[in-house]
Nanobody, 116 residues
C-alpha cells in the first residue's frame, strides 16, 4: 500500500502562483509514475501532469508552459509549480501514484481556487 499526503493549494488571484507538494509513504518501491489530476465541480477528473521515475513528463495542453511538475525519488515527493493561474484552473487537485502493475493510489485532494 502507498499513502499520499498533499500540501499547498489555497486561494490566489488570477495571474498568481501556487505550489502543490505530495509525499508518498508505505510501499514506495512499487511506484512507477507520479502525477497530478484535478476535478472541477460538475466535471470529470482530468490529468494535469505526470512524471516517470526517470524524469520524463507530460502535461495537459491547458497547462503547458504554465505548470511544472518535478519529482524527488530519494524523498518520494512530487511537486507541481503552478504559474499564471487562471480562474479555470480552480479545482480540487489530487496527487496520484501508479504502481508497476497498474494499481493507482490517490491523495485526499487539495483545493485550488483562482479568483478573477
Amino acid at each position: 500500500q502507498v499513502q499520499l499526503v498533499e500540501s499547498g493549494g489555497g486561494l490566489v488571484q488570477a495571474g498568481g502562483s501556487l505550489r502543490l507538494s505530495c509525499a508518498a509513504s508505505g510501499s514506495v518501491f512499487i511506484i512507477s509514475v507520479m502525477g497530478w489530476y484535478r476535478q472541477a465541480p460538475g466535471k470529470q477528473r482530468e490529468l494535469v501532469a505526470r512524471i516517470t521515475r526517470g524524469g520524463s513528463s507530460n502535461y495537459a495542453d491547458s497547462v503547458k508552459g504554465r505548470f511544472t511538475i518535478s519529482r524527488d525519488n530519494a524523498k518520494n515527493t512530487v511537486n507541481l509549480q503552478m504559474n499564471s493561474l487562471k480562474p479555470e484552473d480552480t479545482a480540487v487537485y489530487y496527487c496520484n501514484a501508479e504502481g508497476k502493475i497498474g494499481e493507482n493510489y490517490w491523495g485526499q485532494g487539495a483545493q485550488v481556487t483562482v479568483s478573477s
